[in-house]
Nanobody, 126 residues
Framework: VQLQASGGGLVQAGGSLRLSCAVS????????MGWFRQSPGKEREFVAT????????LYADSVKGRFTISTDNTKNTVFLQMNGLKPEDTAVYYC????????????????????WGQGTLVTVSS
């Protein structure tokens, strides 16, 4: 599985960005497709995830109500719509996928994701 993230950039606080993640390789419907982020000096943290087949999504408390994850399986793409951006959202954002065997209660766990994209930088100015 190969992942290619794009869509990052510089935006003012309160603005919006949409990140995209192009997915290639074996397309398991149960596979989790997630977004994570990492700020300088901090550990990589969970942002959002959902199964490739769609359905329910999970969000970090810090982004709930502002970010929306979605998939377009016809285009093999995962999106992260980010609204109401804050300076603390500044980070490198990574898309990731698991092996297809992660149970839902572990879906926020970084180590369950085995495939990672290269990251895209989001900078939110105040």
């Amino acid at each position: 599985v190969q992942l290619q993230a794009s869509g990052g950039g510089l935006v003012q606080a309160g603005g919006s960005l949409r990140l995209s993640c192009a997915v290639s390789g074996p397309t398991l419907s149960r596979r989790l497709m997630g977004w994570f982020r990492q700020s300088p000096g901090k550990e990589r943290e969970f942002v959002a995830t959902m199964r490739r087949s769609g359905g329910s999504a999970l969000y970090a408390d810090s982004v709930k109500g502002r970010f929306t994850i979605s998939t377009d399986n016809t285009k093999n793409t995962v999106f992260l719509q980010m609204n109401g951006l804050k300076p603390e959202d500044t980070a490198v954002y990574y898309c990731a996928a698991d092996s297809g065997s992660t149970i839902w209660s572990e879906a926020k766990t970084t180590t369950r994701y085995v495939y990672w994209g290269q990251g895209t930088l989001v900078t939110v100015s105040s």
